[in-house]
């Protein structure tokens, strides 16, 4: 795997567990409206998408064919003034979590993911494979990787926003 791309992705998560690792499990767990997720779903989303990415990353690589597909955009996945819908396969569950509950699911796809990538013999494949993403459509397997870290920024975003709302309660 590309060093640059697994430091950043290690860096965000690393950020990410800090961001909600102090929090109480009422605070993790708050939810600032009924159709608004607490951080502990929003840390159940980035779980499920991963999972995700994991499978459409084997996928991807189990086709014989190779695409030439142009590169996209990733970083406007920042770009929180553009709402995104989740599909309702990544939604989270409505039950409450426990931080260390999911400190470990965030472990899971994420060692999954590099076992994968760490398992491929030329990693300029992922370069010219692709499989449709669904904010981006045709992505190639590279920046759905990219898209990984990019997405817990922005979600990190998100719990900071849900944080200032714990300070007003």
């Not at 590309?2 to 950020?15: K, P, Y």
């Not at 990353?57 to 406007?76: F, M, P, T």
């Amino acid at each position: 795997m590309n060093s640059l791309i697994h430091h950043q992705m290690l860096e965000t998560r690393n950020s990410l567990i800090r961001e909600f690792e102090l929090l109480s499990y009422d605070a993790f767990n708050y939810r600032p409206e009924n159709n608004r997720w607490s951080i502990a779903q929003v840390c159940h989303h980035l779980v499920l998408v991963e999972r995700a990415t994991v499978k459409a990353i084997k996928w991807g690589l189990s086709q014989n064919r190779d695409s030439n597909i142009e590169r996209k955009n990733v970083q406007r996945i920042l770009d929180r003034t553009k709402k995104l819908q989740a599909p309702e396969i990544v939604e989270p569950e409505s039950a409450p979590f426990e931080k260390q509950q999911i400190i470990e699911l965030l472990a899971e796809p994420r060692n999954e993911l590099i076992n994968t990538l760490s398992s491929i013999d030329q990693p300029t494949i992922l370069q010219t494979k692709s499989v449709n993403h669904p904010a981006f459509g045709d992505l190639p397997l590279d920046q759905w990787i990219e898209a990984v870290y990019l997405h817990e920024q922005r979600h990190m975003e998100q719990i900071r926003e849900i944080k200032g709302l714990l300070d007003l309660c």
